[in-house]
């Protein structure tokens, strides 16, 4: 089983939309979770940390459920400028800080 | 506030060939990493650094060698470039070992 696993994609909606991305995890020792965000040919930048009691930023809610293993990342009222490519990252459970990344989900948001 | 740079930006060089790239942050951050991010595989680790003169290996480390004089610069070295290490690689570095912050990256094309 893979470390960190999400969807590829592409989710192709319309500006307005509401879209879910869906991550899972292999190590319940992990403490620390992340939505990062990258765009085409960019490093990737830090969208938000992930907490357990669910936390929202603006359009943004991401969700953590340890018993399952699993995060969720829901964007409401899509923009253009959300097209891009949604890392969902997992600390390694160690002290180094070390951190795994998924794959990555791809939203395309069309006029 | 110039945060994380990396030089060169692109860099094209021949198999077998020394190649060193460059890292540097001006947060002071104790820890710094390397990764490789190419088709299919997504951000693999390469190598850390939890403070200057404290170095280790990550996932995919072969071919690579890494040394941290100084708390701000973490240069990364193919000692004999070859085909399959043309990607593109980031730099990335914490504060305390969980959110990290990445450098523009540099892309290596090695002919």
């Known amino acids: 089983r893979k470390e960190v696993e999400q969807d590829p994609g592409p989710f192709n909606v319309p500006e307005g939309a509401t879209v879910a991305f869906n991550c899972t995890y292999s190590?319940?020792?992990?403490?620390?979770f992340f939505w990062y965000r990258q765009d085409c040919r960019k490093e990737p930048k830090l969208l938000m940390s992930v907490y357990s009691s669910g936390n929202e930023d603006g359009r943004f809610t991401a969700q953590l459920n340890r018993a399952s293993q699993y995060i969720s990342l829901l964007i409401r009222d899509s923009k253009l400028s959300d097209s891009a490519t949604y890392l969902c990252?997992?600390?390694?459970?160690?002290?180094?800080?070390?951190?795994?990344f998924g794959k990555g989900t791809k939203l395309s948001v069309k006029p | 506030d110039a945060g994380i740079t990396q030089s060169p930006r692109y860099k094209i060089t021949e198999t077998g060939r020394q190649v060193t790239l460059m890292c540097h942050q001006t947060?002071?951050?104790?820890?710094m990493f390397w990764y490789r991010q190419d088709l299919g595989h997504g951000l693999r680790l390469i190598y850390y650094?939890?403070?200057?003169?404290?170095?280790d290996k990550g996932e995919v480390p072969d071919g690579y060698v890494v040394s941290r004089s100084k708390t701000e610069n973490f240069p990364l070295t193919l000692e004999s470039a070859t085909r399959s290490q043309t990607s593109v690689y980031f730099c990335a570095s914490s504060d305390r070992g969980t959110t990290q912050y990445f450098g523009p990256g540099t892309r290596l094309l090695v002919l």
């Open positions: 650094s939890a403070a200057a003169d404290i170095t």
């Open positions: 190590n319940s020792a992990s403490q620390s």
């Open positions: 947060w002071s951050h104790s820890y």
């Open positions: 990252v997992v600390g390694s459970g160690g002290s180094q800080g070390n951190l795994i």
